[in-house]
Each structure stands twice: as C-alpha cells, then as structure tokens.
T-cell receptor, first 111, second 116 residues
Framework: SQELEQSPQSLIVQEGKNLTINCTSSKTLYGLYWYKQKYGEGLIFLMMLQKGGEEKSHEKITAKLDEKKQQSSLHITASQPSHAGIYLCGAAFYGNNRLAFGKGNQVVVIP | NAGVMQNPRHLVRRRGQEARLRCSPMKGHSHVYWYRQLPEEGLKFMVY????????ESGMPKERFSAEFPKEGPSILRIQQVVRGDSAAYFC??????????????FGQGTRLTVV
C-alpha cells in the first residue's frame, strides 16, 4: 500500500488562480519534503517541514504541516505557467533511512 | 557550488549488457540515495549509502543490481545483464548528514536508461 497519498492526482487551473494540493501519510512523519519535477527532468527541492503546525513560504508557494504531522498542503497563490509540473511529496518516517514518495500531483496552468 | 551531477543523462543498452550509472554528490555531502522512477509508479527507493558503506539496500533487487560509494570518486549504480524491465529513470540524491538527522536531500537530473 502507498505510504503517501497525494491529491488531487491532476489539477488544471487558469493562470492567476490559486490552487492547493495535499499529501497525506498513513503514519506520523519525521519530516515532510516538497519537490517539483518537470517532465524529463530532475526534482527541484522546494521546502522541508519538520514541526507540527509548521508553515513555510517561498515566493508564491506556501506549505503547511498539520499538528499531527500526518498531512501537508501546498498552496500556490496567483498561479503562473511556470508553476506547471509534477509536485512530489517525500516523507521521512521514524526508524527509517529513506525518503518515501507519493505519486505526485500534476499541475497544469492555462494561460 | 555545483548540484548533484549524474551521468550519463541518457543510456541505451542491449539486453544482457551492463549499465553503469554515476552520481557525484554536492560538495560537502557524504550521503547518497538512489531512486528509480517509472511512469505511473512514482519514485521508488533503492539504496542509501554513506562513504564506503551501504546503510540501507532494502529497495534494491537482490540480483543483478549493486551500488557503491567509494572513498574517492562518484557513487556507482551497476546493473548487470539488463532486461527491458530495467528501463526507467534513475535518480540520485545527496544530503550532508543522514536521514535520521533530517536534512535536505537534493536530486540530480537523472539517468534515463533504455534497454533495447
């Protein structure tokens, strides 16, 4: 079974609109990572969240980790075509050496 | 400060040949992780290495696959006697300290292996 579920699987928004994508874990996270990937390219690190209730922002992207550390949301304000891509959440779990990943949220921004 | 460097970017091998994928971590990073990405399946962990040591290889197939991270030089993921099912994008990530200390992991551009 998938340790991390990302929703929605794909999302199409008009340029200038806001969007939110989610990452839900089946167990308590040690840390939560958001990456962005464009087709055929590598993963670009966006941000890392560790503490329950933590919120971080970078330019127009804000990510939050809920108090129970089992869910994170990533919010993009006034989306641009440059925000298009696949957003991957990765999680570190207690007692584990690896980052597990969700299947990604595909975001399409229509000009 | 160069990022994580992977080469080659694209690799074509015939069935039965060997594939060698290289990963040079970011400067100052001594922890390396290898992942495989298939369409519709997402990123799958393969192996975690620290200089000269394999820390966790729980995601690596038992046969034909091996990984190393020597004291000098890049980390190598080696696939022997490749089969069509090995075709995928292979990504390497590096971090300054281990996962237990929870630090950022940065990814390379990947190597796209095609087995014909």
């Amino acid at each position: 079974s998938q340790e991390l579920e990302q929703s929605p699987q794909s999302l199409i928004v008009q340029e200038g609109k806001n969007l939110t994508i989610n990452c839900t874990s089946s167990k308590t996270l040690y840390g939560l990572y958001w990456y962005k990937q464009k087709y055929g390219e590598g993963l670009i690190f966006l941000m890392m969240l560790q503490k329950g209730g933590e919120e971080k922002s970078h330019e127009k992207i804000t990510a939050k980790l809920d108090e129970k550390k089992q869910q994170s949301s990533l919010h993009i304000t006034a989306s641009q075509p440059s925000h298009a891509g696949i957003y991957l959440c990765g999680a570190a779990f207690y007692g584990n050496n690896r980052l597990a990943f969700g299947k990604g949220n595909q975001v399409v921004v229509i000009p | 400060n160069a990022g994580v460097m992977q080469n080659p970017r694209h690799l074509v091998r015939r069935r039965g040949q060997e594939a060698r994928l290289r990963c040079s971590p970011m400067k100052g990073h001594s922890h390396v992780y290898w992942y495989r990405q298939l369409p519709e399946e997402g990123l799958k962990f393969m192996v975690y290495l620290q200089k000269e040591n394999i820390i966790d290889e729980s995601g690596m197939p038992k046969e034909r696959f091996s990984a190393e991270f020597p004291k000098e030089g890049p980390s190598i993921l080696r696939i022997q006697q490749v089969v069509r099912g090995d075709s995928a994008a292979y990504f390497c990530a590096s971090s300054r300290t281990g996962r237990g200390e929870n630090t950022e992991a940065f990814f390379g551009q990947g190597t796209r292996l095609t087995v014909v």
